[in-house]
């Protein structure tokens, strides 16, 4: 149960009725709000005078979901925004990993042609085998922090694990967790105290219902600046790397108040299917897409088979644009 109580009232009398009924605690700017388990579906009686608002669930999908707020979040990246009106389908690209000053330059000037704003490249990759490369570390996040000075980019990369949370944190402009990390509860709270834009990738054998149970433990930390992204589920087949789920995506825009942005990229595993897949992905009026690009693929260090070239990726992004004028929308 989420529950309102109004703001004229003192923290720590709100905290005491909070401790008394087991429940989270977030103060916001109008209101304070406590938030119990999906089983609680009465009121408190120590409440029943006070309480200005108070919604009952059947899940413990509460802040994330419509039926608390019927809206979708907006989310604020620099001066632009996605969610909100919904009228902005944001292009998130860049290569799988940041790998030399060089290549992740050629990104940036790819980029700044093209007018995208958000840069995404990994520092600390996980990787399914230990023998592979892992990124640069730091000295990435440093190459990407010179990058975001000199072309003006807002820099989205991954914080894969609590060695280097801090790190990634100071440096990023939007937090990505990925898919093997978004069961990671001391991330998922690191990246709620942030305060900054966070990017929740979807595991691939996650269930809708625990993925946005994920996006409410980030926004039960005060953040609510919280944008899906779906990348793909494990399932029988094995001829692409992964299943996209566009039924899970039509499932979160129908119940799930936070933007979605879809990764063709992981999901496809191959450079032949992305344009497709993006196109698609346009035509079903998501939040944003996350592509995977690189200035020479076949020397890439991690993902080299489905990155598009930039000849592809410019030919691909061109085609998106009848796609989102035809359904009222604008990339950004
Ligand atoms: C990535 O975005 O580069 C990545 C590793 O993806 P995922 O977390 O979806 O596997
Ligand atoms: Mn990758």
Redesign the pocket.
Known sequence: MIIHLPKNMSCTQVQELANNIGALCLEQAEQFVLITNHMTKQLPTDLKDIALQHWIFDSDMQLSSRQYLAETHRITLGDIYIGGDRKNQLMIAGP??VESREQIEQSCQMLQQQGIRVL?A?CY??RTSPYTFRGLGEDGLKLLAEMRDKYGVLIAT?MRDATHADKVIEYADII?I?????YDHGLLAAAGKSGKPVIL??G?GTTLQEFVNCADFIMSCGNDQVIL?E??IRSFETNTRFTLDLCGVAWLKEHCNLPIII?P??AMGYAYGIGDLARACTAMGVDGL?I?THPNPTCAQ??SAQQLDHQQFVHMYASLQPIANAIGKKLV
């Open positions: 799988c990993a995404r990994g990759k996980p991954e990505q990925g898919a093997k990390s978004m990738k979807r691939f992204c990348r793909g990764d990229s992981h996350l995977e991690s993902d």
